[in-house]
Antibody, heavy 124, light 110 residues
C-alpha cells in the first residue's frame, strides 16, 4: 500500500525559501505510471494545486507560483521535493503531496493517495 | 477564489438525502471528469468519487456522483453522523495543466 509522508521545517522566515520533501513508500517513483503533485490548503480555506512532476522530471507549475517554484524528483531516494522561494505570510498553509493515478485528461485521472500534510508557517 | 463553485454549506438530518453541487467551465468540467474528496477535520482529503460516478473501494454506495456539461453533483443518501465533513469537487483543467478545486462544502448532520 502506497504511503506518502511530507517533511520539512514548520517555520520559515519571510523572503526565505520553503523546502519540503515527500517520501514515497510502497511504490517506486521510477517505475512510472503516476504523477506526483503538491497541493496546499490555507487555514480554513480550500485546496490550491501547486504543481506536479513525473518520474522523468517533467514538471507543470501553477502559473501563480511558477516564478518562485521548483519541484524535483530523486528516484534513488523515492522522494519528490518542493522549493518555494521568496515566501510571504500568504504562503502559510498546510502542504500536501499526492499521487495521481491515470493520465490527466483521461476519465480515470484522480489523486488517489495523499500524505497527511505538513503545516508551514511563514513568520519572522 | 476557487475555479470551481460549490455552496459553502449543506445540512441534513440522519437518514436524509443531501446533494452538493459543483459548477465549472469550458477548460475543466466541460471536457474532463469530476472527482470528489471528503476531508475530515485535521486530515488529508480522501478520494470518494472519480470519473464522475466511480467509487473507490471502501466508499459506501450511499455516495453517488453525477455530471452534466459543466455541472456536477455529489449525493449522499441515508445520511449518517460520520458523513459530517468538508467535500471538495475537482477537475483537471486543460488551460492550467493542473487540478482545479471547488471551495469546499461543509456538510453538517443535524
Amino acid at each position: 500500500q502506497v504511503q506518502l509522508q511530507e517533511s520539512g521545517p514548520g517555520l520559515v522566515k519571510p523572503s526565505q525559501t520553503l523546502s519540503l520533501t515527500c517520501t514515497v513508500s510502497g511504490v517506486s517513483i521510477s517505475s512510472g505510471g503516476y504523477y506526483w503533485h503538491w497541493i496546499r490548503q490555507h487555514t480554513g480555506k480550500g485546496l490550491e494545486w501547486i504543481g506536479h512532476i513525473y518520474h522523468s522530471g517533467t514538471t507543470y507549475y501553477n502559473p501563480s507560483l511558477e516564478n518562485r517554484l521548483t519541484i524535483s524528483v530523486d528516484t534513488s531516494k523515492n522522494q519528490v521535493s518542493l522549493r518555494l522561494s521568496s515566501v510571504t505570510a500568504a504562503d502559510t498553509a498546510v502542504y500536501f503531496c499526492a499521487r495521481q493515478r491515470g493520465y490527466y485528461g483521461s476519465g480515470n485521472a484522480r489523486l488517489d493517495s495523499w500524505g497527511q500534510g505538513t503545516l508551514v508557517t511563514v513568520s519572522s | 477564489q476557487s475555479v470551481l463553485t460549490q455552496p459553502p454549506s449543506a445540512s441534513g438530518t440522519p437518514g436524509q438525502r443531501v446533494s452538493i453541487s459543483c459548477s465549472g467551465g469550458s477548460s475543466n468540467m466541460e471536457i474532463n471528469t469530476v472527482n470528489w474528496y471528503q476531508q475530515l477535520p485535521g486530515t488529508a482529503p480522501k478520494l470518494f468519487i472519480y470519473n464522475n460516478i466511480q467509487r473507490p473501494s471502501g466508499v459506501p454506495d450511499r455516495f453517488s456522483g453525477s455530471k452534466s456539461g459543466t455541472s456536477a453533483s455529489l449525493a449522499i443518501s441515508g445520511l449518517q453522523s460520520e458523513d459530517e465533513a468538508d467535500y471538495y469537487c475537482a477537475a483537471w483543467d486543460d488551460s492550467l495543466s493542473g487540478w482545479v478545486f471547488g471551495g469546499g462544502t461543509k456538510l453538517t448532520v443535524l
